[in-house]
């Protein structure tokens, strides 16, 4: 069984959903604003996001930048001739949803190798003697155990899932300290410098600095 992230607006349909996948055994959480969406994606667990195509929610691309996560999105037929092609959604349904398909392309999402990267194995990712493990909450550099803060790890395990993508600066602060923050986005700077410090020894490069834009790991995953 999953734990699912309905995101909509819309709340009779979150109930209709949330009560067709409770029944399949999963747990559904709602969400209807970004805040929410981001707090809960920052999470551990999540296995789909399903996506109301509302003109009131946040575009696919724009969900994309925030998680690696399988998203299904869910649309209104008078909207697929507006809708951008190829779609970064996983998979798609059309309204009025089957609860049938819906159970069907859920599992099926959920059965899928989790798009986190080549190199994610459960909870843990691997490069070059790097290890992250979600479980743990650890990271070890061959075999040593390093001390990272929260926001470190946060920072590093989305760098780590999503290998050569380029994070910028107002994406890694979303993602890590929140829509909500009011800091500015030179405070990612000064967390990348630090985790540079503690696992870039023996001339090893994990993290490079896209010039203006922001960071991507470059690191041999897996």
Known sequence: MAKLLIFTADDGFAEALGRALRREGHFCKVVEDEVAALQELRARGLSLVLLDDAPALPTIKRLREWTPLPILLLVDPSRLTSLPTPLEADDTLVKPIREEELLFRVR?????????????????????????????????LDGGLI???????????????????VFDREQL?????????????????????????KIETGGRSFITTIRGVGYKFTGEVG
């Open 173 to 197: 602060l979303n993602l890590v300290w929140g829509v909500d923050y009011i800091g500015g986005p030179r405070t990612v700077d000064v967390h990348i410098r630090r985790i540079r410090s």
């Open 108 to 140: 099926n999402l959920c059965d899928r190798r989790p798009a986190a990267g080549a190199g994610a194995e459960g909870g843990t990712v691997r490069a070059q003697g790097l290890l992250l493990d979600e479980d743990r909450y650890e990271i070890r």
């Open 147 to 165: 001390d990272l803060t929260y926001r470190e790890f946060e920072l590093l395990k989305h760098l780590m899932h999503n290998p050569g993508r």
